[in-house]
């Protein structure tokens, strides 16, 4: 089986292409660039789209606008392709990077996004002291997590990052890209404007 998975939650988008479990590449992009490098996993692959087996998509939390990118690319894909689709969580998908590692993902606004999910001050973060915290929040409060007896990785370790081919090994429920839904925690920074 062929498949490609992605995420777009964060602020660096992931994706690989497996065949039956096995990655034949991944990628690194931004998320607004990640179908660009979708088409290059497949053509470093030889394979086309239309081999392609079914989607597995990065259902966040993350930044809303990132996450709707991943989602809507998962969508389009899935519809002119007849493919299916399956969600997984990119706090999920980060966790299963390493045994007991506790996922912290950015949310901005002076908050991280942990399993649970929910979106709180690092300074509220109940931590055992020695507890492994990887993800985009635990290098950006990599102080606040050490004073609380956590370990952070290197800045620069990949294991920050909710690698794609996790979630591709993750996933178990594949249907209709319609069913796939963004893991929202909070509102939405934007905000319509009322007409008088």
Not at 13 to 36: F, I, N
Not at 44 to 68: K, Q
Not at 103 to 120: I, S, Y
């Amino acid at each position: 089986m062929l498949v490609l998975a992605f995420d777009t939650a964060t602020d660096v988008a992931t994706s690989a292409l497996l065949e039956d479990g096995r990655v034949l590449g991944e990628g690194v992009s931004e998320p607004r660039a990640v179908l660009a490098e979708v088409d290059r996993l497949l053509d470093a692959a030889g394979a086309t789209p239309a081999e392609l087996d079914a989607l597995v998509v990065g259902t966040g939390p993350g930044s809303f606008t990132s996450t709707r990118i991943g989602l809507a690319t998962a969508r389009g894909l899935a519809l002119a392709l007849d493919l299916p689709v399956a969600g997984v969580s990119t706090l999920d998908a980060l966790a299963a990077a390493a045994d007991d590692a506790y996922p912290v993902l950015d949310a901005r606004r002076r908050e991280v996004f942990v399993p649970g999910p929910r979106a709180l001050a690092p300074d509220d973060l109940e931590l055992d002291p020695g507890t492994l915290c990887i993800g985009s929040g635990a290098v950006r409060y990599r102080a606040t997590l050490e004073r609380k007896g956590a370990f952070v990785p290197p800045d620069d370790d990949p294991i920050h990052l909710p690698h794609a081919r996790l979630h591709a090994s993750l996933a178990t429920a594949f249907g209709p890209a319609d069913d796939v839904l963004p893991l929202y925690v909070r509102a939405p920074d934007a905000k319509v404007r009322a007409t008088t």
